[in-house]
């Protein structure tokens, strides 16, 4: 059972910047190409930023240029990561890590809040 633990939440200004981390159990970056979500309220969840095993990466119109995906692979851990700079009041949402595709269960995910 792969669990999928999101961190690196907060509150920031506009024009300020986060790093989103996402520890995985279990080896599954090697197989999936997983991405980052988000779901802000009343809004339906989207995936913003994707990577494949091969370290291909993709991003949403809204986050492009502003938001970059990377991976982190040891014999022990594996971690995805969002760096998130420029950020602007409309990426507040609560973001989640997982596959894209055949999705594994729901971390809790980590809030973001952007706000002057």
């Known amino acids: 059972q792969v669990q999928l633990v999101e961190s690196g939440g907060g509150s920031v200004q506009p024009g300020g910047s986060l790093r989103l981390s996402c520890a995985a159990s279990g080896s599954i970056f090697s197989i999936n190409t997983m991405g980052w979500y988000r779901q802000a309220p009343g809004k339906q969840r989207e995936l913003v930023a994707r990577i494949s095993s091969g370290g291909s990466t993709g991003y949403a119109d809204s986050v492009k240029g502003r938001f970059t995906i990377s991976i982190s692979r040891t014999n022990a851990k594996n971690t995805v990561y969002l760096q998130m700079n420029n950020l602007k009041p409309e990426d507040t949402a609560v973001y989640y890590c997982?596959?894209?595709?055949?999705?594994?269960?729901w971390g809790q995910g980590t809030q973001v809040t952007v706000s002057s």
């Open positions: 997982n596959a894209v595709g055949t999705l594994f269960s």
